[in-house]
């Protein structure tokens, strides 16, 4: 299982540490990826992501999931953020009227 949150894609980096003596050796940069249960207010129905600490931050600071889903430009979300979207949007939409 990767290391990625599912609304913004952050994931693993890598770079060196550096002793003193100026040694490089590799290492990895975790995000820190938490499980956490949204609400969406449109959807009616609690969503369930693994998603970066930051981006918690973030979803807060938008007013909730729906908020951040549709203020979110869609080439920043990943594909389980781009299907929540699209699913909140047929749901404003609202239902379709048949044709007279």
């Known amino acids: 299982m990767a290391r990625r949150c599912e609304l913004t894609g952050k994931e693993v980096q890598f770079g060196h540490n550096v002793s003193h003596s100026m040694r490089a050796t590799n290492r990895r940069f975790e995000p820190n990826v938490q499980s956490v249960r949204f609400k969406s207010e ?3 129905r609690y ?3 693994k998603v970066a600490a930051r981006t918690i931050r973030t979803v ?3 007013g909730g999931l ?4 549709l203020g979110t430009d869609d080439r920043k979300l990943m594909p389980a953020g781009l299907k929540l979207k ?3 949007k047929k ?7 048949a044709a007279e």
């Open 60 to 62: 807060q600071k938008k």
């Open 86 to 88: 699209a699913q909140i």
């Open 42 to 44: 449109l959807l009616d």
């Open 47 to 49: 969503v369930r992501l």
């Open 91 to 97: 749901k404003l939409s609202g239902p379709r009227k």
């Open 66 to 69: 729906d908020g951040y889903l």
